[in-house]
């Protein structure tokens, strides 16, 4: 009985230690939030999660030294699960405004974008001044649905993916989309029917949100993103995704 | 602590406009999807075969369908083959959702109403015919009236349902009353204080229906054979 005890706690005393030694040596795992119907810079291929945003957050993780866990969900659900910390981080094309910067911490900006307006070809629609009395599609809670909504005479559909808005141009339930720059560049390069008309509405920066609840992460995602910027990889990354056209750039 | 509620003041006729919308489209829906249920009732239970499987069919399909799946499928699908946003326009959205729900509903109703006929004794309508009334008129005065009476605890249940499904036109972008907690959310963040209000305007809309159908058994004394 004895030796069977001496045993049994050897045994567990040196499953604890393996225990203890893993978590000393295992990098800090953040989980971030992402709705992967943005593309460029968030998609879905072959069930991994890819786009520019990936690849800025995952260059952060491993020059700052922490392990990314991925969670898509809805656009519109990520800053209430940052709020109960479901997820520490989020990056999704996330415009930085005084109202969200209430409730998460942002990042330095990491992009630099602006709505645009997007239409059939054959569409008469020109500006922000011919949308008036015609329906515009775009997505729930985005920069675009703000801007939309503080217009008059504009009947506004929110849809919870971007991809619905812009089947709603295609097949004639909304004249328009209202929505980030690129995304609607994206898109109208693999549909040939639309374009963008007008010039870039609004001047908005993207920043990665993090949780209130984890000001150091907010330290380590900024840090990350300075050395990024300073070694070449942020450049790197953002020629992939967006070529020649600088638009979009951090200039620092 | 008046300060956490402040939100739910700000946004209440934002909430109620959407609660108006829910119960505008649930009013809509039980109607048609009452008089839906009524005739394909009347089909499944016919002797002749066309209606008979006309009604076996439409009952399948509806009922075997998610109700997301058919809301998706009339509002997104349908219209990439039909320039529907054009025929209807510009009232497409509101017809997709209340056509998607009422058919939805109506399979379930179908089936309620052919039990309610179904359990009337074969006595009532043979009596009925013995003394040379239609089939029409044993219907519509010896069947169907007593049929209602039993009808009427599995109907508002269907009916409550109904209430609660309208929620799933937020994804066609109606602007009902879960709807419009999301959009309130997304804007002012508050997640607690606005699901909170939702809920209980939900619980209200369908503690009254409860209510009056507790008033309507009473009334109709179905508690006595």
């Given at each position: 009985m004895l030796r069977k005890t001496l045993m049994l706690f050897v045994a567990s005393f040196f499953v604890f230690s393996l225990g203890l030694l893993n978590l000393a040596k295992a990098e800090p795992v953040v989980k971030v939030g992402v709705?992967?119907?943005?593309?460029p810079f968030e998609m879905e291929e072959h069930g991994k999660v890819v786009g520019f945003d990936v690849d800025l957050v995952n260059a952060i993780a491993k020059v700052e030294g922490f392990k990314v866990e991925w969670h898509t969900m809805d656009f519109q659900g990520l800053i209430p699960a940052l709020q109960t910390g479901t997820i520490q981080m989020a990056v999704a094309g996330m415009t930085i405004t005084p109202q969200r910067a209430q409730v998460v911490y942002f990042s330095k900006p990491y992009y630099h974008s602006g709505q645009s307006i997007l239409v059939k070809?054959?569409?008469?629609?020109?500006?922000?001044?011919?949308?008036?009395?015609k329906t515009v599609a775009t997505k729930l809670g985005t920069t675009a649905d703000i801007m939309l909504s503080k217009m008059k005479d504009i009947k506004v559909e929110r849809f919870t993916n971007i991809d619905d808005a812009y089947n709603q141009l295609q097949n004639g339930g909304a004249q328009a989309v209202v929505f980030d720059n690129p995304v609607n560049i994206n898109y109208a390069k693999t549909h040939k029917n639309v374009h963008t008309v007008g010039k870039l509405l609004t001047g908005e920066d993207y920043g990665i949100a993090v949780s209130k609840q984890d000001p150091k992460l907010l330290e380590k995602v900024n840090a990350g993103l300075e050395k990024i910027i300073q070694n070449g990889t942020y450049l790197k990354l953002y020629r992939k995704y967006f070529?020649?056209?600088?638009?979009?750039l951090i200039t620092k | 602590m008046g300060g956490f509620f402040n939100v739910i003041w700000q946004n209440l006729p934002q909430l109620i406009y959407g609660a108006k919308l829910t119960l505008f489209y649930s009013v809509v829906v039980i109607i048609v999807a009452t008089f839906l249920g009524l005739i394909f009732a009347l089909f499944k239970i016919s002797h002749n075969p066309i209606f008979k499987k006309t009604g076996e069919v439409y009952v399948h399909i509806f009922r075997g369908l998610p109700l997301l799946v058919e809301i998706f499928y009339i509002y997104f699908a349908l219209p990439m083959i039909l320039p529907l946003h054009k025929w209807f326009h510009p009232y497409f959205t509101p017809i997709a959702g209340i056509l998607a729900l009422s058919l939805n509903e109506g399979a379930y109703i179908t089936e309620i109403i052919r039990a309610g006929i179904l359990s009337i004794g074969k006595g009532q309508t043979e009596a009925a015919y013995s003394i040379g009334m239609t089939k029409y008129k044993t219907m519509r005065y010896i069947i169907l009236p007593q049929a209602f009476k039993r009808m009427i605890p599995p109907l508002v249940n269907q009916f409550i349902q109904t209430i609660k499904d309208t929620s799933l036109l937020s994804v066609i972008s109606i602007s009902e009353l879960t709807r419009q907690g999301q959009i309130i959310i997304s804007t002012t963040f508050a997640s607690l204080q606005i699901w909170t209000a939702v809920a209980v305007i939900y619980l209200a809309m369908i503690f009254t229906l409860t209510g009056i159908s507790g008033y309507l058994e009473r009334r109709f004394k179905i508690d006595r054979r």
């Amino acid at each position: 009985m004895l030796r069977k005890t001496l045993m049994l706690f050897v045994a567990s005393f040196f499953v604890f230690s393996l225990g203890l030694l893993n978590l000393a040596k295992a990098e800090p795992v953040v989980k971030v939030g992402v709705d992967t119907t943005f593309p460029p810079f968030e998609m879905e291929e072959h069930g991994k999660v890819v786009g520019f945003d990936v690849d800025l957050v995952n260059a952060i993780a491993k020059v700052e030294g922490f392990k990314v866990e991925w969670h898509t969900m809805d656009f519109q659900g990520l800053i209430p699960a940052l709020q109960t910390g479901t997820i520490q981080m989020a990056v999704a094309g996330m415009t930085i405004t005084p109202q969200r910067a209430q409730v998460v911490y942002f990042s330095k900006p990491y992009y630099h974008s602006g709505q645009s307006i997007l239409v059939k070809k054959d569409s008469p629609i020109k500006d922000l001044a011919d949308l008036k009395g015609k329906t515009v599609a775009t997505k729930l809670g985005t920069t675009a649905d703000i801007m939309l909504s503080k217009m008059k005479d504009i009947k506004v559909e929110r849809f919870t993916n971007i991809d619905d808005a812009y089947n709603q141009l295609q097949n004639g339930g909304a004249q328009a989309v209202v929505f980030d720059n690129p995304v609607n560049i994206n898109y109208a390069k693999t549909h040939k029917n639309v374009h963008t008309v007008g010039k870039l509405l609004t001047g908005e920066d993207y920043g990665i949100a993090v949780s209130k609840q984890d000001p150091k992460l907010l330290e380590k995602v900024n840090a990350g993103l300075e050395k990024i910027i300073q070694n070449g990889t942020y450049l790197k990354l953002y020629r992939k995704y967006f070529g020649d056209d600088n638009a979009g750039l951090i200039t620092k | 602590m008046g300060g956490f509620f402040n939100v739910i003041w700000q946004n209440l006729p934002q909430l109620i406009y959407g609660a108006k919308l829910t119960l505008f489209y649930s009013v809509v829906v039980i109607i048609v999807a009452t008089f839906l249920g009524l005739i394909f009732a009347l089909f499944k239970i016919s002797h002749n075969p066309i209606f008979k499987k006309t009604g076996e069919v439409y009952v399948h399909i509806f009922r075997g369908l998610p109700l997301l799946v058919e809301i998706f499928y009339i509002y997104f699908a349908l219209p990439m083959i039909l320039p529907l946003h054009k025929w209807f326009h510009p009232y497409f959205t509101p017809i997709a959702g209340i056509l998607a729900l009422s058919l939805n509903e109506g399979a379930y109703i179908t089936e309620i109403i052919r039990a309610g006929i179904l359990s009337i004794g074969k006595g009532q309508t043979e009596a009925a015919y013995s003394i040379g009334m239609t089939k029409y008129k044993t219907m519509r005065y010896i069947i169907l009236p007593q049929a209602f009476k039993r009808m009427i605890p599995p109907l508002v249940n269907q009916f409550i349902q109904t209430i609660k499904d309208t929620s799933l036109l937020s994804v066609i972008s109606i602007s009902e009353l879960t709807r419009q907690g999301q959009i309130i959310i997304s804007t002012t963040f508050a997640s607690l204080q606005i699901w909170t209000a939702v809920a209980v305007i939900y619980l209200a809309m369908i503690f009254t229906l409860t209510g009056i159908s507790g008033y309507l058994e009473r009334r109709f004394k179905i508690d006595r054979r």
